[in-house]
Antibody, heavy 118, light 108 residues
Framework: EVQLVESGGGLVQPGGSLRLSCTVSGFTFHNYWMSWVRQAPGEGLEWVAN????????YYVDSVAGRFTISRDNAKNSLYLQLNSLRAEDTAVYYC???????????WGQGDLVTVSS | SALTQPRSVSGSPGQSVTISCTGT?????????VSWYQQHPGKAPKLMIYDVTKRPSGVPDRFSASKSGNTASLTISGLQAEDEADYYC?????????FGGGTKLTVL
C-alpha cells in the first residue's frame, strides 16, 4: 500500500522558518518525481514545487521561488520542503504527492498545516 | 495564473453534470496533460482523470472528460450522493503545474 506521511508543520511567526518532511512507503521512492502542493484555508489547490528522482532538477511556483527549497533523501525515502521568510499568505495545508512528470499527481499524503502568524 | 472553473454546480441523483476548466494556449490548450482531482472535506485530493481523458484504475466510468481548445471538461453521469465534493482541474504549463480554482459539486 502506498503511503505518504507529512510532518513538521505548526505555528511560526512571520519571517520565520520551518522544514516539512514527507516519508513514503509502498513504492520505490527513488524512481519517482515528487511534488509539494498547498491549500490555504477555504481556498483551492496551488502547486508549489517538484523535484526529480535524483534531486538534481527542481522547479518552483513564482510566489515561493527563492524562499522555499525542495529536497529529498532517497536513502531515507523522504521528501523535504524548507520554508524560509514565511509570510501570512503561506498559511496552508501542505501536501506531498507522487509526481508523474508533466502529467499528474497520483498519490497524496494527508497534509500538514503550516500557520504563519504573530 | 489559476485555471478558471465555475465556483459551483449542482445536480440531482441520476443526472449528469459537467464542470468546465478554462486556461490558455500556454497550459490547457498547449498540452494534452489535464488532470482532475476530487476532494472531500478534510481529505486529500484524489486523482480522477489524467492525460485529458484517462481514468485510473478504480475510478468509476461515470467519470469522463474531454478537451477542446483551451477548455477542458469533466462530466459525471448518474450522479450519486458520494460524488458531492470539490473538483479541481490541473494542467501542465511548462516546467510547472497549474490548478483551477475548484468547483463545489452539490448533489441535491
Amino acid at each position: 500500500e502506498v503511503q505518504l506521511v507529512e510532518s513538521g508543520g505548526g505555528l511560526v511567526q512571520p519571517g520565520g522558518s520551518l522544514r516539512l518532511s514527507c516519508t513514503v512507503s509502498g513504492f520505490t521512492f527513488h524512481n519517482y518525481w515528487m511534488s509539494w502542493v498547498r491549500q490555504a484555508p477555504g481556498e483551492g489547490l496551488e502547486w508549489v514545487a517538484n523535484i526529480n528522482q535524483g534531486g538534481t532538477e527542481t522547479y518552483y511556483v513564482d510566489s515561493v521561488a527563492g524562499r522555499f527549497t525542495i529536497s529529498r533523501d532517497n536513502a531515507k525515502n523522504s521528501l523535504y520542503l524548507q520554508l524560509n521568510s514565511l509570510r501570512a499568505e503561506d498559511t496552508a495545508v501542505y501536501y506531498c504527492a507522487r509526481d508523474v512528470p508533466v502529467s499528474y499527481l497520483d498519490y497524496w499524503g494527508q497534509g500538514d498545516l503550516v500557520t504563519v502568524s504573530s | 495564473s489559476a485555471l478558471t472553473q465555475p465556483r459551483s454546480v449542482s445536480g440531482s441523483p441520476g443526472q449528469s453534470v459537467t464542470i468546465s476548466c478554462t486556461g490558455t494556449s500556454s497550459d490547457v490548450g498547449g498540452y494534452n496533460y489535464v488532470s482532475w482531482y476530487q476532494q472531500h472535506p478534510g481529505k486529500a485530493p484524489k486523482l480522477m482523470i489524467y492525460d485529458v481523458t484517462k481514468r485510473p484504475s478504480g475510478v468509476p466510468d461515470r467519470f469522463s472528460a474531454s478537451k477542446s481548445g483551451n477548455t477542458a471538461s469533466l462530466t459525471i453521469s448518474g450522479l450519486q450522493a458520494e460524488d458531492e465534493a470539490d473538483y479541481y482541474c490541473c494542467s501542465y504549463a511548462g516546467d510547472y503545474k497549474v490548478f483551477g480554482g475548484g468547483t463545489k459539486l452539490t448533489v441535491l
